[in-house]
């Protein structure tokens, strides 16, 4: 079913930015499944105020304000501390429904009850599991095969909310931003299912298992340094997903080496010395196989 603009929920769309925030407003905007418009998080002035001037600010390209100027629809910045002029605005628009991606803060109870169909968020994991702010990086350090994409209802409770859809993805398939453009299609093809459903009166949330569900937060220090345990294999993924987001090291013999970029491994493979240095090329003796990154001391 395809939906014309007329047909579907009247909804505003709330992020802040990367793959999993602009494009499945791209891919909705492309098929005409379009919002009222677009509040965007600013995480850069100081102090927090609301930007309502008339001047068009400048965008980065990519960015999701640039998105939603390259669709003409309304930008409303929103800054942490301004809730109260955000809930004026979305007052104002009187959202069926605000779907939201990659925000970066707990949504308010007075904004929670504006929509009359409440708010939807799209999270990249298959939640219960994996709630928090970066799921992502989790799954690749527990070396999971599997991950996903879940459209659930947002509650005060972080990533708590019943499940409105979800849809798995390997993590073998895809690496990098490439993972997250695959997460980010997946979720704009859940978003627009759901307003289908939506439309039919057929959405059937699914309440998490609570006794399944785990939380991780933010990674620290230690979190990002490689541990020389498992596959040669599994640390390869591990760099190659979340490196360019995270900065992750090896801490060996004292002294730390900041990984550059993941080379090669070979589960196979096994080695006479704990490490090589050679030059800026580390080859590291894993549980199962060796490891070949490129580092600088820190």
Same mark, same amino acid.
């Given at each position: ?14 992020? !802040?930015?990367?793959? =999993? ?20 998080? &600013?995480?850069?002035?100081?102090? *927090?105020?609301?930007? =309502?001037? %008339?001047?068009?600010?400048?965008? =980065? ?33 009187? *959202?069926?429904?605000? /779907? ?7 949504? %308010? ?7 009359? +169909?409440?708010?939807?968020?799209? $999270? ?21 095969? =599997?991950?996903?994409?879940?459209? $659930?209802? /947002? ?11 979800? !849809? ?8 990098? !931003?490439?993972? &997250? ?6 979720? #704009? ?24 569900? +785990? ?19 599994? #640390? ?6 979340? @490196? ?10 004292? @002294? ?40 600088? #001391? &820190?």
């Amino acid at each position: 079913m395809t939906l014309s603009r007329t047909q579907i929920a009247k909804y505003v769309y709330i992020g !802040q930015g990367g793959p =999993l925030s602009t494009m499945p407003l791209e891919i909705l905007g492309e098929k005409g499944i379009v919002p009222e418009a677009v509040f965007v998080a &600013e995480t850069t002035q100081h102090p *927090p105020r609301l930007n =309502l001037l %008339p001047v068009r600010p400048p965008r =980065l390209s990519g960015s999701l304000a640039d998105m939603a100027d390259r669709l003409d629809l309304p930008i409303i910045y929103w800054q942490k501390g301004c809730e109260d002029e955000i809930e004026a605005k979305l007052k104002k628009i009187a *959202p069926d429904l605000a /779907v939201m991606s990659c925000f970066p803060w707990r949504i %308010p109870e007075p904004l929670l009850s504006i929509p009359v +169909h409440g708010w939807w968020n799209l $999270h990249p994991s298959l939640l219960p599991r994996y709630r928090g702010p970066s799921p992502l990086f989790w799954q690749a350090k527990a070396g999971e095969d =599997l991950t996903g994409i879940s459209l $659930h209802q /947002v509650e005060s409770e972080l990533d708590s909310g019943a499940i409105i859809e979800q !849809q798995s993805v390997s993590l073998l398939d895809f690496q990098g !931003q490439a993972l &997250e453009s695959e997460l980010a299609k997946q979720g #704009a093809n859940l978003i627009e299912k759901s307003l289908v459903a939506m439309v039919q009166d057929r959405l059937e949330p699914q309440q998490q298992s609570e006794a399944k569900a +785990h939380y991780q937060g933010f990674p620290n220090v230690q979190d990002r340094c490689i541990e020389l345990t498992g596959s040669a294999s599994r #640390a390869y993924r591990f760099i190659y997903l979340v @490196n360019a987001a995270y900065p992750l090291w090896f801490d060996l013999d004292n @002294n730390r080496y900041r990984v550059k970029q993941a080379l090669g491994f070979d589960d196979q493979k096994t080695m006479k010395t704990p490490f090589l240095l050679d030059n800026n090329q580390l080859t590291i003796q894993f549980e199962q196989g060796v490891l070949t990154v490129l580092v600088e #001391a &820190e």
